[in-house]
């Protein structure tokens, strides 16, 4: 099994950076394709960024593209969120989640989820 622990969350103003970090326990964390999901006040958790466990590409929402960097280093078992120029509509709950050997855009597809981060961005 893998835990899943978010930080980084907090508020910060409209056009300003934050950095997400999702800390795993395990040793398999190379094994496991790493995303990144909010979800907003009264809506449907939706998909940010994904790292594919193997040649590590990525993918990354059109709502966010351009704006946030996903990354990983599997010697520290750690997948990060760079965000920047953030907008109101960022504001969310931020879930980082593992998927064994998987690749996939889809929350229901994903194994195992830490419990989220608040972040606020004000206008």
């Known amino acids: 099994q893998v835990q899943l622990v978010e930080s980084g969350g907090g508020l910060v103003q409209a056009g300003g950076s934050l950095r997400l970090s999702c800390a795993a326990s395990g040793r398999t964390f190379s094994s496991y394709t790493m995303g990144w999901f909010r979800q907003a006040p009264g809506k449907e958790r939706e998909f940010v960024a994904v790292?594919?466990?193997?040649?590590?590409?990525?993918y990354y929402a059109d709502s966010v593209k351009g704006r946030f960097t996903i990354s990983r280093d599997n010697a520290k078992n750690t997948v990060y969120l760079q965000m920047n120029s953030l907008k109101p509509e960022d504001t969310a709950v931020y879930y980082c989640?593992?998927?064994?050997?998987?690749?996939?855009?889809?929350?229901?597809?994903?194994?195992?989820w830490g419990q989220g981060t608040q972040v606020t961005v004000s206008s």
């Open positions: 790292i594919i466990w193997i040649g590590n590409s990525i």
């Open positions: 989640a593992a998927n064994y050997k998987g690749s996939s855009y889809y929350p229901h597809e994903y194994n195992y």
